[in-house]
């Protein structure tokens, strides 16, 4: 049987590897084309304490895949869909950060099932992984819950994927810019005294969420990340690096959808892209 490929060689993919790897499935770490093969020993540690030997190439040099889970930034999905297309003889994961992904996989949308990591992860080094509590939201009965049911990340399967991928979306709109622009963990922004300035973005993007009950686990998750996560939000660790960040597939989302009604927003989405 062809392996599970886990396209995306970041702190998010590593680790979803290194926990695919350690129960026992058969697992290739995929970086950006060019990527030389290796057989590297991989580690995560924090709460999710795994290690694993992997072969870490780069996915142009992949040939099949049984599955394929992407763990990309959502501005790199465009230019992996057709090289996932070639690769891919079964079901694809996505669990990448943001809202409207449909569009960056093109003909491809419709066999993507999605996943949402309420988990958080840092590098601390090209082969290990920090990582922080939480669970992978998936599709009840779906191919993510076979893949994911023992590899030591908690799985949660749930009804309706699209209303949490929104409140992960909400919860990670406010955070992220927060997060980038103060340098603070996630658990220190409300006793920094921003409380004000997460009710008036929670304001605006409660505008554009589809739901009632969308909305409701948003605020569940966002105040549940302000009180029990320590991770510093990837937003905040790509601009350290001088990386692009993903502030057009949140915050910005809402930008782009309410058109001059988001004045708060708006100032974190300039400020982001001003850094």
């Given at each position: 049987?062809?392996?599970?490929?886990?396209?995306?060689?970041?702190a998010v993919g590593t680790a979803v590897a290194v926990a695919l790897s350690s129960s026992g499935t058969e697992v290739i770490l995929a970086g950006?084309?060019?990527t030389p093969e290796t057989h590297r020993a991989f580690v995560t540690d924090g709460f999710l304490r795994r290690s694993a030997v992997l072969v870490h190439t780069g996915i142009n040099n992949v040939t099949s895949a049984f599955t394929v889970v992407v763990a990309l930034k959502a501005f790199d999905i465009s230019s992996a869909a057709?090289?996932?297309k070639h690769i891919c003889d079964g079901g694809i994961i996505s669990i990448s950060n943001g809202m409207d992904l449909e569009k960056q996989w093109g003909d491809l949308a419709g066999r993507v099932k999605y996943g949402v990591l309420s988990m958080g992860f840092r590098k601390l080094s090209p082969t290990t992984v920090s990582t922080t509590a939480g669970v992978l939201f998936c599709e009840q009965g779906g191919v993510s819950a076979d893949i994911f049911g023992s590899s030591g990340i908690p799985v949660e399967e749930v009804d309706n994927i699209d209303e949490v991928r929104w409140a992960k979306w909400y919860a990670n709109s406010i955070i992220n810019p927060i997060g980038a622009l103060t340098g603070l963990a996630n658990n220190r922004i409300v006793s920094a005294g921003l409380r004000?300035?997460?009710?008036?973005?929670?304001?605006?993007?409660?505008?554009?969420?589809?739901?009632?009950?969308?909305?409701?686990?948003?605020?569940?998750?966002?105040?549940?990340?302000?009180?029990?996560?320590?991770n510093r939000c990837s937003m905040l660790q790509d601009m350290e690096k001088g990386l692009p960040t993903e502030i057009s597939f949140l915050t910005g989302l809402c930008e782009k959808k309410l058109q001059g009604r988001c004045p708060t927003a708006s100032v974190l989405v300039s400020l982001i892209r001003a850094r």
């Open positions: 049987m062809p392996p599970v490929v886990v396209v995306g060689d970041g950006p084309p060019g057709p090289l996932v004000p300035l997460i009710d008036s973005i929670s304001r605006e993007l409660s505008l554009i969420m589809p739901s009632g009950e969308a909305l409701d686990r948003g605020n569940k998750l966002l105040e549940w990340l302000l009180k029990n996560s320590s």
